[in-house]
Nanobody, 119 residues
Framework: QVQLVESGGGSVQAGESLRLSCAAS????????MGWFRQAPGKEREFVAAISQRGSSTYYADSVKGRFTISRDNAKNTVYLQMNSLKPEDTAVYYC????????????WGQGTQVTVSS
């Protein structure tokens, strides 16, 4: 079992940056593939980025490719999402999630952190 707590959200202007963090409890963090998702008001939750257990593979939604970077520090049990060149359409609640295999559904979810980007 792993518990996830996101932080780092906030309100910024378009073009600015934010870094989200997701701290995981437990000693098995390095065995989980991690992902970031987001949900805007009135919309379904969507995939943003994912990273493999050791960080050797990363994946991005087309809408954030080139602007967002996912990374992880297994020694700190933390996964990050660096978000640059933010746009108003990036406004959403951002969630981190964990899964035991890259091919399995995400099993564990955080409570989310709000990101608001104004123009």
């Amino acid at each position: 079992q792993v518990q996830l707590v996101e932080s780092g959200g906030g309100s910024v202007q378009a073009g600015e940056s934010l870094r989200l963090s997701c701290a995981a409890s437990g000693r098995t963090f390095s065995s989980y593939a991690m992902g970031w998702f987001r949900q805007a008001p009135g919309k379904e939750r969507e995939f943003v980025a994912a990273i493999s257990q050791r960080g050797s593979s990363t994946y991005y939604a087309d809408s954030v490719k080139g602007r967002f970077t996912i990374s992880r520090d297994n020694a700190k049990n933390t996964v990050y999402l660096q978000m640059n060149s933010l746009k108003p359409e990036d406004t959403a609640v951002y969630y981190c999630a964990a899964r035991s295999r890259e091919s399995s559904p995400y099993e564990h979810w955080g409570q989310g952190t709000q990101v608001t980007v104004s123009s």
